[in-house]
């Protein structure tokens, strides 16, 4: 997100429906602030403020570890998981240890922009998989298999956001999630999956992660506390099979890292263990499903006939497709003019697309600024539908 992106986000009048962090309003300044002083005056001040372990800050480990047995039942040990300074550090750790240079990384189509900006530092063959209302179509990655089989090009991994993914809000049902574990075994692929989003569920049950229906084999799951607890934190986790944890803490840059963010970890554990972070997850899901409504409701009422969208069942978006002949960037223009910003597709896609998708992103802006963005938006698509652009 670049920052002259950023300050269009608060320009007044301006609505963005492009960012996908959490409201500024809805931080825990409160519970983090006593959770920093904790740090700072308890006898732990002078380690927190030192170098850490390369795996991370015990206190936190510990706490993840058992908040990810007692809800999932994975049965992690220690040598399961270690800190990372923000999900996207451990997918840059990943693609640098486990794909190489030129090394095939297959993609969901559309998938996270700024992973697709990763993988692209690191050379890689990016290859796109579509997916649909329930996850990666399971017939265009085995066609997208057996290209590779006869390009003698076998993927090394599968990066993947089975939970509300950013950008189209979609979950990926439990049966597509075992049929891509079969193929992943079949092609010898690891699978990345990047679930930041997994606590941040409105409605239903979140399926199980590919961890746990692998039993923990050929997985690397990434979790994050921006999402949860604060972005500015740079923290997250990775869980895996012992032998890929101790890789990663071992790697050149974990071990003289000093570990992810010591000091914020230290807080975070205080945060935790002083009984916060529950409550702000049960909170934050009330929050954000009230604006999930807003913006279906408000979709619902006011856009044309022709414009569809996702239905997302927890996170931060909604995905829009346009009718066809519409394209994107006229209407980018045309909504930036009326003070509304959102993201368009086609930044998502790692071989083309998007061109009549739209990615509106509720979770920043409060419900009645979604309402009256999404009022203009609709009111803009309808005029260019009108006029034939
Ligand atoms: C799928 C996905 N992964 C990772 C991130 C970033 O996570 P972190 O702040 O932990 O790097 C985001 C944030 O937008 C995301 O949508």
């Known amino acids: 997100m670049g920052i002259q992106e950023l300050s269009q986000g608060v320009l007044p009048g301006t609505i963005s429906l492009v960012f996908g962090h959490p409201d500024p309003a809805i931080l825990p300044v409160d519970g983090l602030r006593a959770a920093t002083e904790a740090v700072l005056c308890s006898p732990q001040a002078r380690l927190a403020l030192q170098y850490g372990p390369q795996q991370g800050t015990p206190a936190l480990i510990d706490y993840l570890l058992k908040k990810l047995n007692r809800e999932e039942g994975l049965g992690l040990t220690g040598d399961n998981l270690m800190l990372v300074a923000g999900s996207v550090q451990a997918v840059d750790m990943i693609a640098r240890l486990y794909a190489g240079h030129d090394g095939v990384v297959l993609v969901e189509g559309p998938t996270y922009h700024e992973a697709l900006h990763v993988f692209r530092d690191h050379s890689v063959d990016l290859r796109p998989v579509a997916i649909d209302g329930d996850g990666i179509v399971i017939e265009a990655l085995a066609a997208q298999l057996t290209l590779l089989q006869r390009e003698g090009k076998p993927p090394r991994l599968l990066y993947t956001i ?41 409605e239903g049950e979140v399926p199980p992660s590919f961890y ?43 071990q003289m890292g000093g570990g992810a963010n010591p000091f914020t970890a230290h807080i975070v554990a205080e945060y935790c263990r002083a009984g916060h972070l529950e409550p702000h997850i049960a909170r934050l899901r009330e929050v954000y499903l009230r604006r999930r409504d807003v913006t279906l409701a408000a979709l619902e009422r006011r856009m044309p006939p022709g414009v569809t969208w996702t239905r997302p069942r927890g996170g931060f978006f909604v995905w829009l497709t346009l009718p066809e002949g519409m394209s994107i960037e006229p209407l980018r223009e045309a909504a930036r003019e009326q003070g509304v910003l959102f993201v368009p597709g086609t930044g998502f896609f790692a071989g083309g697309g998007g061109q009549r998708n739209l990615r509106l992103a509720f979770s920043f802006v409060p419900p009645d600024e979604i309402e009256r963005g999404v009022e203009i938006l609709a009111q803009v698509i309808g005029e260019m539908m009108g006029q034939g652009i």
Request: glycine share 10%; hydrophobic share 45%.
């Open 212 to 254: 746990a229906l692998s039993g923990g084999q050929g997985v690397l799951r990434i979790g994050s506390f921006s999402k949860i607890v604060a972005p500015g934190l740079r923290l997250g986790w990775l869980i895996a099979a012992p032998e890929h944890i101790q890789r990663c803490v071992n790697c050149g840059t974990s």
């Open 162 to 202: 089975p939970n509300f993914q950013n950008p189209s809000g979609v979950t990926m049902t439990a049966a597509r999630r075992r049929a891509v574990l079969e193929l992943a075994r079949e092609h010898g692929f690891l699978i990345v999956e990047d679930d930041v989003y997994r606590d941040l569920v409105f």
